[in-house]
């Protein structure tokens, strides 16, 4: 579909978004499924189990975590797209999940606007260009230069399609040429760089204060248009003169499309509240990610946005799976 004919389904699909029937009377009265399309241990992980035990206090029924790796979060999307829409089933997409995934890959299980009912934004995740002890360079800069005097030399490691986007942005920014290495995870990306497999890799925060620390591992910039809470001395990308680079990656809710409307006002409810919990926002802010609520409209406006600053972008980076 030509994205001014998607875009314009996707204004209707907005204005439906979330109609359905009554909520019913409790809810809820048994376990409620919350879909990571990551496995266990990364930063989307963490973040779900940490918001997890929240509601868990707050609905007294448990929110059990389930981690659907695998595809660029297509399986889980997939999984989800074909549940129950009985507030049973949450989901916890990525940005890519919806804005990026139709334009890469040949052929989608799910619709990103048909198969969903939207509750909110939760985080971004600012992800950082990490360097190992044996890269030379100390700063973005010099890394820059260094790129420039050798093209095609240097190595950069990304974990998903996301993670891929990002770099080509600030690889067009910077006007250089590197050789980006695709991992299926952040924990590879982490393991790239340890090895020496790659110097650089693009990933989240959580794993990598202790290597920091110790110096066998260093952040040269955050590409996010702000700083990293965690990190206030790393600047970011824009910082560094790479005015084009810099999207975070967010994290949102969806649960299937057809949600009865009391129910997604519900837990969307509920989720802004918990998130506003000053210890939780610690614990997220500490998992690299920065809590930012959303509603409902404004986070099917940003959809909207990404997806239409994503198709070109994509086109012209020539990212493409096929299946």
Excluded at 72 to 89: K, L
Aim: glycine share 8%; charged share 20%; hydrophobic share 45%.
């Amino acid at each position: 579909m030509r994205l001014a004919a998607r875009l314009a389904v996707m204004g209707v699909i907005a204005l439906t978004w979330g109609v359905g029937h009554a909520e019913p009377p409790q809810w809820p009265t048994r376990p409620v499924r919350w879909i990571v399309p990551f496995g266990a241990g990364g930063t989307a992980d963490a973040a779900a189990r940490h918001i997890s035990q929240k509601l868990t206090e707050r609905w007294g029924q448990q929110v059990v975590v389930e981690n659907k790796p695998g595809a660029n979060t297509t399986i889980a999307a997939s999984e989800v797209a074909r549940s129950a829409p009985d507030g049973y089933t949450l989901f916890q997409p990525l940005s890519s999940t919806l804005t990026v995934n139709p334009f890469v890959f040949a052929k989608l299980s799910y619709d990103p606007m048909k198969d969903f009912t939207p509750i909110g934004l939760m985080a971004v995740a600012p992800m950082l260009i990490v360097a190992n002890d044996t890269l030379p360079a100390k700063t973005l800069v010099d890394y820059v230069a260094l790129a420039k005097q050798s093209p095609n030399t240097l190595t950069l490691g990304g974990g998903d399609i996301s993670m891929q986007l990002i770099a080509g942005q600030f690889v067009k920014s910077a006007g250089i040429e590197l050789r980006y290495v695709p991992y299926k995870s952040g924990p590879d990306v982490m393991r790239g760089l340890l090895s020496g497999e790659i110097q650089t890799g693009l990933d989240g925060y959580p794993a990598y204060p202790s290597f920091f620390k110790t110096g066998k591992l260093r952040a040269l910039g955050v590409a996010s248009p702000m700083r990293l809470a965690a990190l206030p001395d790393v600047p970011t990308l824009s910082e560094a003169g790479f005015k084009n680079s810099g999207s975070p990656v967010w994290h949102g809710v969806m649960a299937p499309r057809g949600l009865p409307v009391a129910l997604q006002e519900k837990i969307s409810a509920d989720l802004k509240a918990v998130l506003e919990l000053p210890d939780l926002r610690a614990r997220l802010q500490e998992l690299g990610l920065e809590p930012a609520w959303m509603s409902k409209d404004d986070f099917v406006a940003l959809i909207q946005r990404d997806t239409q600053a994503m198709e070109p972008l994509v086109k012209e980076l020539g990212i493409r799976v096929t299946n």
